[in-house]
């Protein structure tokens, strides 16, 4: 959603802190951007995007082995 951008936005430009981290990585690179910020956008809005890598559509834990950790995860 577009709240789910501008959370990418403000934790990258403003230093928002967040609990999990690894939520925000929505291309699964193993860090987080500016782009990962627009791979959210253009989900919404670019038709043609590939959708999100797992475990999107579902609510749930990144399957992906990285750095980034999740301090919280409350569950779906």
Known sequence: SIPDAMVILNFLFN??????????????????????????????FCPGTPPPPAPFPD??????????GCGNYDGC
């Not at 230093?15 to 910020?37: E, F, K, M, Q």
């Not at 749930?60 to 980034?68: A, C, E, M, N, V």
């Open 15 to 44: 230093g928002w802190p967040v609990t999990c981290v690894d939520a925000l990585d929505s291309n699964d690179s193993g860090n987080i951007t500016i782009t990962d910020a627009v791979n959210v956008l253009c989900a919404l």
């Open 59 to 68: 609510c749930g834990i990144d399957p992906t082995d990285d750095f980034l």
